[in-house]
């Protein structure tokens, strides 16, 4: 079936009950979109649910994993702290606009009223992590706050979206954020044109806010932001996108490690370049 939210899992909750050994597969709604638009030009109930069988049968799409109960419940409670935020960001652009006294004190009682929801969900959060989360969520989360500029409600943000780190690769980690970097190729002509853009874009949104305060905080994260900008072809906006895919990545290397971050921390990535200079002069003088 096709990633519907709310309705989907339901779906696939009732399934499941109904017989667990079902081969259940929630699949990505621009996939099986774009597998419509190749095979059939109607756009109907009945038309899309044959073209999602043929999508099934064609793609063996992998069965859906159920996300864990640390996974659902940030999840759930970060979205619902992000719709939220939004909605209070809406009334405050129109209280800016309002010149009526009565219209502006309404405003601000709404306001007031999502301030103190925002506050009980915080709350919920720490209180969840600290009395109902399991040991690998605590573990994770707090290893992850050791990171400049990663708070706790940050951390939680990111469990709930992707899960435990250690359980992808770097590759993995960068597909399933959506900021690794997209390239079309026809013929001679290449174009490098910004990033993927799947998966969560609430994850995108907070690597994003967070990626800003451990430029400021952290020297490595500094000095590479500033390489970034340097580069001919580079932009503020593809610099600040190389930082929160590097943060990601410092993120889940921390988490697998086990160790809090480490400021002086020196990578000990082997250089290619220069062992195979080491090994031309070793040719030439044999």
């Known amino acids: 079936m096709e990633e519907t939210g709310e309705f989907s899992h339901r779906l696939y909750d009732n399934l499941k009950k109904v017989a667990q050994n079902l081969h259940i597969s929630i699949c990505n709604s621009l996939a099986v979109s774009y597998f419509m638009k190749s095979v059939s030009a109607n756009k109907t109930d009945k038309a899309d649910a044959a073209v999602i069988a043929r999508y099934a049968a064609a ?12 996974e659902a419940e940030l999840k759930r409670l970060s979205r619902d702290r992000k719709y939220l935020v939004d909605e209070r960001t809406s009334f405050k652009n129109r209280l800016g606009s309002q010149k009526a006294r009565d219209s502006r004190s309404a405003l601000r009682n709404v306001i007031d009223a999502i301030d103190r929801e925002i506050a009980r969900i915080d709350a919920r959060i720490k209180d969840y992590l600290a009395h109902e989360a399991g ?8 290893l992850m706050q050791t990171v400049p500029g990663v708070g706790m ?11 435990p780190l250690s359980g992808y690769t770097r590759k993995e980690l960068s597909a399933m954020s959506g900021i690794c970097p997209v390239i079309r190729q026809s013929g001679t002509s290449l174009h490098k044109g910004g990033i993927s853009k799947r998966g969560s874009a609430d994850l995108r949104r907070i690597l994003y806010l967070d990626s800003r305060q451990t430029i400021i905080r952290s020297k490595a994260m500094k000095e590479f932001h500033e390489r970034m900008l340097s580069k001919p072809e580079s932009s503020t906006m ?41 090994l031309q002069k070793s040719e030439k003088s044999a």
Do not use: Q, W
Not at 135 to 142: A, N, Q, S, Y
Not at 153 to 163: K, M, N, T
Not at 247 to 274: A, E, M, Q, T, Y
């Open 59 to 70: 793609m063996n799409p992998a069965p859906y994993r159920e996300p864990s109960r640390d």
């Open 135 to 142: 040991d690998e969520c605590r573990r994770e989360i707090r």
């Open 238 to 278: 593809t610099a600040r996108t190389a930082c929160m895919r590097k943060l990601l990545l410092v993120l889940r290397g921390i988490v697998v490690s086990g160790k809090d971050f480490d400021p002086n921390h020196v990578s000990k990535k082997p250089n290619f370049k220069k062992e195979g200079e080491n």
């Open 153 to 163: 409600l940050s951390a939680a943000i990111i469990y709930g979206e992707l899960g």
